[in-house]
């Protein structure tokens, strides 16, 4: 909350009660020391104590707060309105380039996505969460596949001639290939496991499937 939303105190009474505070020790110390509060003049000087302050320090407080409570609106109504407050947007993602790079980078990507939602409709098992392994491995080598786009991208642009000749097209290219295999092998062992299949054939398929991973990323 700002400042300007907050509601201010009344300038008038803080004026009158500064006013008579002020005033108020020094009028109870005069009538203390002439004896005031003493015999039939106490009474007097109970009210002398009450209303003189306010006659002497309160009204000149009150007239100063009622000045500047004045002047603050006057102040407040010039104010320009400050604007109102954006809310906070996320930026969105540049668009990808639709290149030859962007394509084969999709059709790695697409084929590890497919296999995730193949995957979440299998029950769980302990074949299943092998899969989940071996899919996870294979999202793994994404970011290579990415890292070989951009790179090609900046050396051999798109629609410039002989670019499947180029060697990391060839190398990405290849990787769609094992990327869409390996889909359709993972394919195959999900609809197994759905028709309540040979655990042990599922097995053998599982471990060759691990062989038979693409691997994009440079060895250790």
Partial sequence: MTDRNRRPGNPVLTGFLIGYGVVFLPF???LLVSGSFVGGTAVIAVLSLLFGPALVGGL??????????????IADRNRPALPPQQ???MPLPPPRVNDAWSRLLEACEQPVQRCDQALAAVPPSPAKDWLGQIVATMRAELPTARGLAETGRRLHPDRQPRLNEHPLYRRLYA?????????RRIGEVITQLVAQPDL?????????????????????
């Fill in 87 to 89: 809310p906070y947007r």
């Fill in 175 to 183: 990787a769609t290939q094992e990327f869409a295999a390996t889909e």
């Fill in 60 to 73: 000149p407080g009150l007239l100063i707060g009622g000045v500047v409570m004045g002047v603050t609106s």
């Fill in 28 to 30: 109870l110390l005069l």
């Fill in 200 to 220: 042990k054939r599922v097995d053998n398929q599982l471990q060759l499937l691990e062989q038979q991973l693409p691997h994009l990323r440079p060895a250790d």
